[in-house]
């Protein structure tokens, strides 16, 4: 069992977990509407993406699931960005 810095074991999840996570969010929501970031104070993890240094290893699992650069670009940050724009527009 792979654990973090704490006073108690956690299982971590693997990142081919995390992707079938983000392949659920997909079909549920569509593209559109699904997107990922890193949690920086260090209360999260993912076997296989421990810190902000491996999350390429996240793209490399979507890619070989058949994700497009598209598909990536809105997933990390394309749709969370339209989102913002939307919003500011309503406000205006």
Same mark, same amino acid.
């Given at each position: ?14 990142? &081919?977990?995390? $992707?079938?996570? %983000? ?6 929501a569509g ?5 990922? +970031? ?18 390429? &290893?996240?793209? $490399?699992?979507? %890619?070989?699931?058949g994700y ?9 940050? +394309? ?14």
């Amino acid at each position: 069992m792979k654990t973090l810095n704490r006073d108690f074991p956690v299982k971590l999840n693997t990142l &081919a977990q995390f $992707a079938d996570h %983000i392949d659920h969010a997909v079909k549920i929501a569509g593209i559109d509407h699904v997107g990922i +970031g890193t949690d920086f104070d260090g209360g999260g993890g993912v076997v296989g993406c421990l810190d902000a240094s491996q999350l390429p &290893a996240i793209t $490399a699992e979507l %890619i070989q699931r058949g994700y497009t650069q598209a598909d990536l670009q809105k997933i990390w940050g +394309g749709n969370t960005l339209r989102v913002w724009r939307d919003i500011k527009k309503a406000a205006a």
